[in-house]
């Protein structure tokens, strides 16, 4: 490589300016990594000396804490599971059968899909939440979260399935398959990566929320972590580091593990590809 | 094995007629090809007897049974699809075996059929693998094997060997011919290839806009044509089609064109009917039956050389009447002919095809 004298001192320049942004994101997460084990963490960031588990023993010790982590598993997986199913058997639907008009259905249903778990629907929310008599339960966290997610998962799906050829079904069913069984022994396994990319999707979008279970959930026995992290602030609302830190990190282990999952066993393959 | 029936078979995509008023029958063990150009509803047809597509009209019969209606599934045919479609998160033994697999058969021995199958069409060795790692020419094998894995009524194929280079379709359809004849197999064969459906069929659909236009054996398409569609479709190259003037002098036919020279030819009755309405009439004349000749000849066609190209053993010599039209002969020279050389190609009058003003074929004399 040949390069000018001012050309080799912009690279520099560029370089540097790319490293002190870098560093600006990195350091949070230097914080994140590193306050967990440190029994006098601060707000600065700062190497543990020595390091230590002590703030995971309190946190595990707190069973509110423990509980919560719980409570999130319950909602974030019961609602993959009915996201998952009801959009796959919809958008398997919408793409496969001729019924008039399912292209406008799909996009109406994308429109509000961003309204209901937006805050604007709160307020009604709530009342039909109440009304069902519902309230603070994992259903109507579980249903609301599903009912704002099908939309676009169904879309992604959509687009996913119609990109598959038809005649994988057809030549299931010339060969004598029940539609049924041209859906489960064919259609299924060809869609399967379409459903992981919704699966972990939905997941990460019902572990991380904060306002739909804070406004429907009532009782601390039925809180998810994300409002539980709540609890780590002192009367006068200061947080208390040590243990946010520690809770922080449990809190973002299975979202981190999924991805890990998933792409060691699914490799995070778009065959169909999504093109919205 | 068993017969199908088409009885006025209509199916319209919204106004759009892809087949319409469509008879016809093929009967238990033959091989019938639906030959035609793209979108003439040729897989449309195919998928009708497959019960993938209903009928907006008509009835589908298979061995006398009425189908139109049907599902798929309970019709027991078996189809080869163009793009294969073979699943592909299955290995080829599985692959193989589903027809065998929804049929209830246990593991065992679906794998083994599926292996004695898949060891005559030479993939045995293969049965591992998925078909994401074969070429194109086992995937076409594969789905073939799949196809013939079970005791169907009748097999369909949409152009199964369009994806293979010219080499491989030329093996397949050797291995299809041989299969045909070994089985006798009822099988209707979609393409639009008609070397292909030449040298397959026992008779040959020809379809135009959805219609059939002639439906016969492959040696009487050739040798009789019933419209100048099917004069220019098969045939390779396909029949040459001059347009020409006819008036009845004599007691027989004389034909006038530019660069025409005929003798007269011996007036019949339908000949007479077909100058009654008008005298535009086409003659035509296969490649295969021109020759060079002298200029001035009788029987000959005469216009400056438009292309000379070397085939092999044979040549392929084309004139330039003006216009475009233009006459091909396909003869065996070592001449060396130039470009705007006046050429004159030569024909006996046994060759010789009329088609009337509406392009219906002419019976010659004793058709
Ligand atoms: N599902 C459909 N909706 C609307 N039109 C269709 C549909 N399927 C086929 N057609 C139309 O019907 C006509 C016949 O189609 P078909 O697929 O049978 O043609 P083909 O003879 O098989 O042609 P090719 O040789 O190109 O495969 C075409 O004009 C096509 O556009
Ligand atoms: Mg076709």
Request: aromatic share 10%; charged share 15%.
């Amino acid at each position: 490589m040949n390069l000018t004298i001012p050309a080799f001192f912009g690279r520099i320049a560029f370089s540097a300016l790319a490293a002190l942004i870098g560093a600006v994101f990195a350091l949070p997460l230097l914080w994140f990594l590193f306050a967990p084990f440190n029994a006098q963490a601060q707000m600065g960031l700062a190497v543990p000396d020595p390091w230590t588990l002590s703030n995971f023993v309190t946190v595990f010790g707190n069973s509110y804490a423990v509980q919560a982590l719980w409570n999130s598993f319950i909602q974030a997986t019961g609602g993959v599971i009915l996201v998952g199913a009801a959009a796959t058997l919809a958008a398997y639907a919408l793409s496969r059968s001729s019924v008039p008009g399912k292209g406008a259905v799909t996009y109406v249903l994308l429109l509000f899909s961003s309204v209901v778990s937006g805050s604007a629907a709160m307020v009604p929310i709530f009342l039909i939440i109440s009304a069902a008599g519902i309230m603070d339960t994992h259903v109507a966290v579980i249903l609301t979260f599903a009912g704002g997610l099908l939309p676009t998962a169904m879309f992604i799906l959509r687009d996913f399935i119609d990109s598959i050829p038809k005649s994988y079904e057809e030549s299931a069913m010339v060969a004598g398959a029940s539609p049924v069984q041209a859906f489960f022994d064919v259609a299924l396994p060809v869609i399967r990566p379409g459903i992981v990319v919704v699966v972990v999707w939905s997941f990460v979008n019902i572990w991380g929320s904060f306002l739909i279970p804070f406004v429907l959930l009532r009782s601390s026995d039925n809180m998810p972590a994300s409002v539980a992290i709540y609890s780590f602030y002192s009367e006068a609302g200061t947080p208390i580091v040590t243990l946010l830190a520690a809770y922080s990190l449990i809190y973002s282990l299975p979202v981190v593990a999924l991805y890990l999952f998933v792409s060691w066993k699914f490799g995070f393959r778009f065959f169909g590809g999504i093109k919205a | 094995m068993a017969s199908v029936e088409f009885k006025s078979v209509t199916k319209s995509f919204g106004d759009f007629k892809a087949v319409s008023e469509v008879n016809f029958n093929i009967g238990d063990g033959e091989f019938v090809c639906l030959l035609g150009p793209s979108g003439c509803g040729k897989t449309t047809s195919l998928r009708m007897m497959a019960g993938l597509e209903t009928p907006t009209s008509g009835q589908i019969l298979i061995g006398g049974d009425e189908v139109t209606h049907l599902h798929p599934k309970d019709r027991n045919i078996a189809m080869v699809f163009q793009d294969y479609a073979l699943y592909p998160h299955m290995n080829l033994a599985d692959n193989i075996a589903y027809p065998l697999k929804v049929r209830g058969e246990a593991v065992a021995n679906r794998h083994g059929r599926a292996r004695e199958v898949a060891d005559v069409l030479k993939i045995g060795h293969l049965m591992d693998r998925l078909p994401s790692q074969i070429s194109g020419g086992q995937q076409q094998r594969t789905s073939l094997a799949r196809a013939l894995v079970y005791p169907a009524k009748v097999y369909l194929f949409d152009e199964p060997l369009s994806n293979l280079d010219a080499k491989l379709r030329l093996e397949a359809r050797g291995f299809l011919n041989h299969l045909q004849r070994d089985m006798g197999m009822t099988a209707v064969y979609v393409t639009h290839d008609q070397a292909e459906a030449m040298a397959l069929a026992t008779r040959i659909a020809v379809m135009d806009q959805g219609k059939i236009v002639q439906y016969a054996s492959p040696i009487e398409i050739y040798r009789r044509p019933a419209t100048t569609f099917v004069a220019n479709f098969v045939g390779n190259p396909p029949m040459n089609l001059v347009e020409v003037d006819g008036t009845q002098a004599g007691g027989q036919l004389v034909l006038k064109g530019e660069g025409l020279a005929m003798a007269g030819l011996p007036m019949t009755d339908a000949i007479g009917n077909a100058l009654a309405s008008s005298s535009k009439l086409t003659l035509g004349v296969r490649p295969e039956h021109l020759s060079l000749t002298a200029a001035g000849a009788t029987n000959s066609i005469s216009a400056p050389l438009f292309a000379n190209e070397n085939m092999g053993p044979e040549s392929l010599v084309t004139i330039d009447r003006g216009e475009g039209a233009r006459v091909t002969a396909r003869i065996f020279t070592d001449d060396h002919l130039h470009v705007s050389d006046q050429v004159s190609l030569s024909f006996s009058a046994e060759h010789v095809h009329l088609f009337d003003a509406m392009g219906k074929r002419i019976p010659a004399v004793g058709e």
